[in-house]
Each structure stands twice: as structure tokens, then as C-alpha cells.
């Protein structure tokens, strides 16, 4: 089991990321740290598309790559950008609870009748659900954030990853504690 861990004062944050970017976005967000100032970002957050959220972060402080479930498996050259280019060492992958992307398959049928109402024909709906779903679909968003994390490590042996889970309720990150 992962677990979420609150993260509310400096103590709290795992001495792997102390006094890093990992652990300044920490302490921007949910420990109103005073926003420094940045001509190179040093960070990459992936995060989910979902709209209920927003980060509390300075200017200039990070590349934020925002898809469904925060799943950067099909945005790998974004994310070699960043790295090679943009000269980031560190990834926050942030996760969230109540997650679209989660159990797909029970919203297939609002889906397909949106794209309808927007237009499209229904066989060419059901189509594209059955052909993208899979691959979108994240099962558990905490899970997913921690193997996603690890298939990051692995592929950018420089870089740090760390898996964080931003909860709608409170609009707070969270370290999730690997297991
Ligand atoms: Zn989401």
C-alpha cells in the first residue's frame, strides 16, 4: 500500500528532497514560503489536466506538463526536452484523488453521447473510447504515480522523481510514501 503523507512544515518533507526543487514546491505551496525569484526553471511537474486544480509556485520555477492522470508515457519527448534543453533535475509527478482517468469504462457511455451532442457520429464515438481508453486509463492514481515515477527514474538515471498526490478537498500536495 502507498500512503499519503501530509507534508506541513520543513521536517516533514523526506531529507531526499530537502532543499531541493522537489522540496521547494512543497514549500511554496503548502507552507507559503516566500516565492523566490528564478531565471531557469529547475523543476518539471506532471500533472493532471483536471481543472480543480492550481499550484502555488514563482515564476520561471518549472516546466508543468499537464495531461489525463498525469501520465507522461506519451509525452516522453516533452519531458527529454525539458531535461536535455531546459536543464531540469527534478520531476514532481503529482497525482489526484478523484481522477477521471480512473475506471474509464464506467463513464463510456457519457463520453460517446458528449461527442454526439459535439457532433460526431456514434460508431466513430465508440470507436475512438474503445481505441483510447485503454491507454488512458491510470487504475489506481496513487499506484499509477508511484510506477510512473519508478519508469521515470529508470529512464533518466540524473534526474530526481518524486510521487506526490494533490487532494481535491484541502487543495494540498502530499508525499506518497513509496512501498
Ligand atoms: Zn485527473
Request: net charge neutral; with cysteine.
Amino acid at each position: 500500500m502507498n500512503h499519503a503523507i501530509a507534508m506541513d512544515t520543513r521536517a516533514d518533507i523526506p531529507t531526499d528532497y530537502q532543499d531541493t526543487p522537489i522540496g521547494r514546491l512543497l514549500e511554496y505551496h503548502n507552507m507559503a514560503r516566500a516565492l523566490d525569484g528564478y531565471t531557469q526553471a529547475p523543476l518539471l511537474i506532471g500533472m493532471c489536466m483536471d481543472h480543480r486544480k492550481n499550484l502555488r509556485i514563482p515564476e520561471n520555477f518549472a516546466y508543468i506538463i499537464r495531461t489525463g492522470g498525469a501520465n507522461l508515457r506519451y509525452s516522453e519527448f516533452k519531458v527529454s526536452y525539458a531535461i536535455a534543453v531546459g536543464g531540469v533535475r527534478a520531476i514532481a509527478l503529482i497525482g489526484h484523488n478523484q481522477c477521471g482517468m480512473v475506471n474509464l469504462i464506467a463513464r463510456q457511455a457519457l463520453f460517446v453521447q458528449g461527442l454526439v451532442d459535439a457532433g460526431w457520429a456514434r460508431e466513430t464515438a465508440e470507436r475512438h473510447f474503445h481505441h483510447f481508453a485503454p491507454m488512458f486509463e491510470i487504475g489506481d492514481e496513487m499506484d499509477f504515480v508511484v510506477s510512473e515515477t519508478k519508469r521515470l527514474r529508470l529512464r533518466y538515471p540524473k534526474v530526481i522523481a518524486a510521487p506526490l498526490l494533490y487532494r481535491i478537498e484541502d487543495n494540498r500536495l502530499y508525499w506518497i510514501q513509496e512501498t
